[in-house]
């Protein structure tokens, strides 16, 4: 039987405190579950959080949603949480 391969297109936002190990932990895990199936990860990372904040001013760009909507993991979710993030950032005085 031969199977299709697929390509995840997975955004990671590993952000501060506990997140960057827990990506760190868990991609690799992915990776593996989708190589058994026969399927291919391909991994975007986003440096969005406080540690960019206080690099660039902003802790993540304005078109934050629109780069995630590019991938297939998160699609709907993670940029509508994006969105929400930066709508409530905006909405503080936040310069995102």
Same mark, same amino acid.
């Given at each position: 039987?031969?199977?299709?391969?697929?390509?995840?297109?997975?955004?990671?936002?590993?952000?501060?405190?506990?997140?960057? /190990?827990?990506?760190?932990?868990?991609?690799?895990?992915?990776? =593996?579950?989708? /190589?058994?199936e026969g399927h291919r990860l391909d991994v975007t990372s986003f440096d969005w959080g406080g540690?960019?904040?206080?690099?660039?001013? =902003?802790?993540?760009? =304005?078109?934050?949603?629109?780069?995630?909507?590019?991938?297939?993991?998160?699609?709907?979710?993670? =940029?509508?949480?994006a969105s929400a993030v930066l709508h409530a950032m905006k909405s503080q005085g936040w310069n995102?």
């Open positions: 039987m031969t199977r299709d391969t697929k390509v995840v297109r997975l955004a990671v936002i590993p952000g501060d405190g506990i997140g960057p /190990e827990v990506v760190a932990a868990t991609v690799p895990a992915l990776h =593996a579950a989708l /190589e058994a540690e960019r904040f206080l690099r660039q001013g =902003a802790a993540m760009p =304005a078109d934050a949603a629109d780069l995630v909507r590019k991938t297939d993991a998160g699609n709907a979710t993670t =940029a509508d949480v995102t």
